[in-house]
């Protein structure tokens, strides 16, 4: 079944202690996205990778990494978590992205959702 | 960067009835795509709309575009208890990489 994974789904963790999410996509897919839903503000991008060892910063990138090894992973690390980053996290998939596509290959797989409260 | 605007922010309506929700963005656009969220799910996409097409229809769904107004409109017609979601609009510009969410519309449809 073509989706996409995101570990763990729920995580409740104290300031400061290094947390992965982990995402990934088994659509052999080249664009992975990661964003954060907070009341009000609907989704905001963290990151963006358009392949492999290409990644770039979205709206709001502070206090998060990324990394892009395989093409089918694509893991969130908070390296020092505080509480302004407690909200519901989902990372997205798209076959391809930019001028490539031509616009009508860019439609986001979005995985289930990573509900995380730091505290 | 820029940031889409739906509208209305909640919507309520009978079962049969149409919904219609809007959505306006910022700068020149390569596509607009709808998504939808059932509470504290992931998103489904619904529909993508390039710039170069006005209207589009999947199923109930009508989405339409006005680039000279920087605006899209979704439109559900004979809506039912189980649309009862969150909408969003969601826009990559021509020059850039990224993506931008609307903070979205929330449809109840009552039974």
């Known amino acids: 079944e073509a989706q996409v994974t995101q570990n763990p789904r729920y995580l409740i963790t104290v300031t400061g202690k290094k947390l992965t999410v982990t995402c990934s996509q088994n659509?052999?897919?080249?664009?992975m996205s990661w964003y954060r839903q907070d009341p009000g503000l609907g989704l905001r991008q963290i990151y963006y990778s358009m392949n492999v060892e290409v990644t770039d910063k979205g709206d709001v990138p502070e206090g998060y990494k990324v990394s892009r090894k395989e093409k089918r992973n694509f893991p969130l690390i908070l390296e020092s978590p505080s509480p302004n980053q407690t909200s519901l996290y989902f990372c997205a998939s798209s076959l391809v992205w930019g001028f490539r596509s031509g616009g009508g290959q860019e439609t986001q797989y979005f995985g289930p959702g990573t509900r995380l409260l730091v505290l | 960067s820029q940031q889409g605007e739906e509208d209305p922010q909640a919507l309520s309506i009978q079962e049969g009835e149409n919904a219609t929700m809007n959505c306006s963005y910022k700068t020149s656009i390569n596509n607009l795509q709808w998504y939808r969220q059932n509470s504290g799910r992931g998103l489904v996409h619904l529909i993508l709309i390039r710039s170069n097409e006005r209207e589009k229809h999947s199923g109930r769904l009508r989405v339409t575009l006005d680039t000279s107004k920087k605006s899209s409109s979704l439109l559900i017609t004979a809506s039912r208890a189980a649309d009862t979601a969150s909408y969003f609009c969601?826009?990559?510009?021509?020059?850039?990489?990224?993506?931008?969410f609307g903070p979205g519309t929330r449809l109840s449809v009552l039974p």
């Open positions: 659509m052999n897919h080249e664009y």
């Open positions: 969601a826009n990559r510009d021509n020059y850039g990489q990224n993506f931008v």
